[in-house]
Nanobody, 123 residues
Framework: VQLQASGGGLVQAGGSLRLSCAASGRTFSSYVMGWFRRAPGKDRNFVATISWSGGNTYYADSVKGRFTISRDNAKNTVYLQMDSLKPEDTAVYYC?????????????????WGPGTLVTVSS
């Protein structure tokens, strides 16, 4: 499985961005998908995850109510809609595939990773 994230950029605080992650392969619809981020000087941390059907989602407390994860299995794509962005959301965002459970939050629980996309939120 190859993953390619896109949609990052520079946005003002309070603004919105939508990240996309396109996946290759025929088994995308069977994968739990996740988004993680690495802020400057910090470790990579969990942001959101979504079950294979899209029926279950789980969020980090820091983004709950502001970010929405979704997927389109027909397009082999997972999305992260980010609203009410804050400067502390500035990070490189990574998508991950094949999580062990629909609520998996640990990096080690995902088998595939794509290169990140940079999101910068200015104050």
């Amino acid at each position: 499985v190859q993953l390619q994230a896109s949609g990052g950029g520079l946005v003002q605080a309070g603004g919105s961005l939508r990240l996309s992650c396109a996946a290759s392969g025929r088994t995308f619809s069977s994968y739990v998908m996740g988004w993680f981020r690495r802020a400057p000087g910090k470790d990579r941390n969990f942001v959101a995850t979504i079950s294979w059907s899209g029926g279950n989602t789980y969020y980090a407390d820091s983004v709950k109510g502001r970010f929405t994860i979704s997927r389109d299995n027909a397009k082999n794509t997972v999305y992260l809609q980010m609203d009410s962005l804050k400067p502390e959301d500035t990070a490189v965002y990574y998508c991950a595939a094949d999580g062990r459970r629909w609520y998996s939050t640990a990096l080690s629980e995902y088998n595939y990773w794509g290169p990140g996309t940079l999101v910068t939120v200015s104050s």
